[in-house]
Nanobody
Framework: QVQVVESGGGLVQAGGSLRLSCAASTRTFSSYAMGWFRQAPGKEREFVAA????????FYASSVKGRFTISRDNAKNTVYLQMNSLKPEDTAVYYC???????????????WGQGTQVTVSS
């Protein structure tokens, strides 16, 4: 069992930045691909970004590409999501997830955090 805990959410003005962190409790963190998803009120959970086991490969939803950066530090069992140029439409609960496969489907991830709220004011 892997526990995943997000942190770093908050309230920010449009155009601002936030960095989310996600800590995973496992001795085999480097065996897991990591993903970020988000869910806005009344909407389905959607893919944001993913990073491969070593961090050598990343990919992003088109809506955040060029503004968000996913990274990981396997020595710290942590994955990050740097969010720049935030927009009101980025407002959502952001979830971190760990899985043995690397993809953009929520079903590919086995372990999920409780989420952290990001609110972007206009």
């Amino acid at each position: 069992q892997v526990q995943v805990v997000e942190s770093g959410g908050g309230l920010v003005q449009a155009g601002g930045s936030l960095r989310l962190s996600c800590a995973a409790s496992t001795r085999t963190f480097s065996s897991y691909a990591m993903g970020w998803f988000r869910q806005a009120p009344g909407k389905e959970r959607e893919f944001v970004a993913a990073i491969s086991w070593s961090g050598g490969a990343t990919f992003y939803a088109s809506s955040v590409k060029g503004r968000f950066t996913i990274s990981r530090d396997n020595a710290k069992n942590t994955v990050y999501l740097q969010m720049n140029s935030l927009k009101p439409e980025d407002t959502a609960v952001y979830y971190c997830a760990a899985g043995l496969t690397y993809g953009n489907m929520w079903s590919e991830y086995d372990y999920w955090g409780q989420g952290t709220q990001v609110t972007v004011s206009s």
